[in-house]
T-cell receptor, first 118, second 117 residues
């Protein structure tokens, strides 16, 4: 079964703290993609990063970093020196090839609400 | 500006009424998708379309219908058969549906919040 688990429902931090959002996935496929999206209060999903299953290099983009570990089926997201503008719901998602519909399907986790207090 | 527009932003419906949510894209994307989001839950796929005049059911298609008469447009109708339609609806699009070894990123619209009174 294809599944994404984000065990942290809500996280509250004070500005400038570092915070890590956890994502654990399940898939039988050897080729798949993992994503993080940000959903601010306005509702629109904002793409943050895509990782394919063959690339386990960690990535850093400004204050954001991602740790992909196939051995533990995890794709965790860290925000360094958090800011109030980081407050949002963050979704981890898995894409896999769906032979029944000949398309890629996106499976989302339930999201983590991050509240950054000033 | 290229992107995806959804209208209206907020929609109220009486029980027993059908209602249609609009989704338009000018990205020249072949594939379009509809997702439903409930509080505390992730997005779930309702319907998707890889090409004009063709569409497929997603994971929660019951009580919904779609059409794809034009490449740019993929309206979603929430019918009276949908038992719990109050939710946030997101439309997305991507270039052709991808393959086993590749993935085409989905771009999302701003969403429509539907409330049944």
């Amino acid at each position: 079964a294809q599944k994404v688990t984000q065990a942290q429902t809500e996280i509250s931090v004070v500005e400038k703290e570092d915070v890590t959002l956890d994502c654990v996935y399940e898939t039988r496929d050897t080729t798949y993609y993992l994503f993080w999206y940000k959903q601010p209060p306005s509702g629109e999903l904002v793409f943050l990063i895509r990782r394919n299953s063959f690339d386990e290099q960690n990535e850093i983009s400004g204050r954001y970093s991602w740790n992909f570990q196939k051995s533990t089926s995890s794709f965790n997201f860290t925000i360094t020196a958090s800011q109030v503008v980081d407050s949002a719901v963050y979704f981890c998602a898995l894409s896999f090839w769906y032979y029944g519909g000949a398309t890629n399907k996106l499976i989302f986790g339930t999201g983590t609400l991050l509240a950054v207090q000033p | 500006d290229g992107g995806i527009t959804q209208s209206p932003k907020y929609l109220f419906r009486k029980e027993g009424q059908n209602v249609t949510l609009s989704c338009e894209q000018n990205l020249n994307h072949d594939a379009m998708y509809w997702y439903r989001q409930d509080p505390g839950q992730g997005l779930r796929l309702i319907y998707y379309s890889q090409i004009v005049n063709d569409f497929q059911k997603g994971d929660i298609a019951e009580g919904y219908s779609v059409s794809r008469e034009k490449k740019e447009s993929f309206p979603l109708t929430v019918t009276s058969a949908q038992k719990n339609p109050t939710a946030f609806y997101l439309c997305a699009s991507s270039i052709a549906g991808g393959s086993y070894s590749s993935y085409n990123e989905q771009f999302f619209g701003p969403g429509t919040r539907l409330t049944v009174l």
